[in-house]
T-cell receptor, first 113, second 111 residues
Framework: DAGVIQSPRHEVTEMGQEVTLRCKPI?????LFWYRQTMMRGLELLIY????????DSGMPEDRFSAKMPNASFSTLKIQPSEPRDSAVYFC???????????FGQGTRLTVV | QKEVEQNSGPLSVPEGAIASLNCTYS??????FFWYRQYSGKSPELIMS????GDKEDGRFTAQLNKASQYVSLLIRDSQPSDSATYLC???????????FGKGTKLSVKP
């Protein structure tokens, strides 16, 4: 298996633009996590899906952020409109279920100017 | 109280020494515990998982779990310069199964 695949690897966008980050989890994994990592706040859980259903989105910072998982092999994280404070590395991770090891994608480095 | 807490470091040890990394968590019902290593500019990489009280050894790494004290630790024996990285503790909270990370401890192994 190729592991968790994220795209794009890097994204530079202007403030106010819509940004869509994509994730393909490991085949057979039922849980998917989106994280945001910054120096100040560390690795923050944004949202957690189990069997394609959002279980906890309390970490989503505000209404500008939304996430979907239309099927077991694809998820998106959208920011609309983007702001400079959204600049961070966004990671997607998947696990067999919510209680086992999670494996991370390579991350998307987002810069909003 | 933060859900998962770690000393931010940096922790500096000489090559060949034992590095000890510590983590505490708030949810007494947590069942799954993990240590990840993250090199600068890279994604977190799983190095150890532990689910029951006691010690678990894998090569130079030993994870220790004490659920009564809500404490999990990672020992790295014979530390090497290549072990220099940030070590992240992660806990699967009983509440909704979320996987929450501490802010990480930066380890530096000096030759």
């Amino acid at each position: 298996d190729a592991g968790v695949i994220q795209s794009p690897r890097h994204e530079v966008t202007e403030m106010g633009q819509e940004v869509t980050l994509r994730c393909k989890p490991i085949s057979g994994h039922n849980s998917l996590f989106w994280y945001r990592q910054t120096m100040m706040r560390g690795l923050e859980l944004l949202i957690y899906f189990n069997n394609n259903v959002p279980i906890d989105d309390s970490g989503m910072p505000e209404d500008r952020f939304s996430a979907k998982m239309p099927n077991a092999s694809f998820s998106t994280l959208k920011i609309q409109p983007s702001e400079p404070r959204d600049s961070a590395v966004y990671f997607c991770a998947s696990s067999l279920n919510g209680n086992t090891e999670a494996f991370f994608g390579q991350g998307t480095r987002l810069t909003v100017v | 109280q933060k859900e998962v807490e770690q000393n931010s470091g940096p922790l500096s040890v000489p090559e060949g020494a034992i590095a000890s990394l510590n983590c505490t968590y708030s949810d007494r019902g947590s069942q799954s515990f993990f240590w990840y290593r993250q090199y600068s500019g890279k994604s977190p990489e799983l190095i150890m998982s532990i689910y029951s009280n006691g010690d678990k050894e894998d090569g130079r790494f030993t994870a220790q779990l004490n659920k009564a004290s809500q404490y999990v630790s990672l020992l790295i024996r014979d530390s090497q310069p290549s072990d220099s990285a940030t070590y992240l503790c992660a806990v699967n909270l009983r509440r909704q199964g979320n996987l929450i990370f501490g802010k990480g401890t930066k380890l530096s192994v000096k030759p």
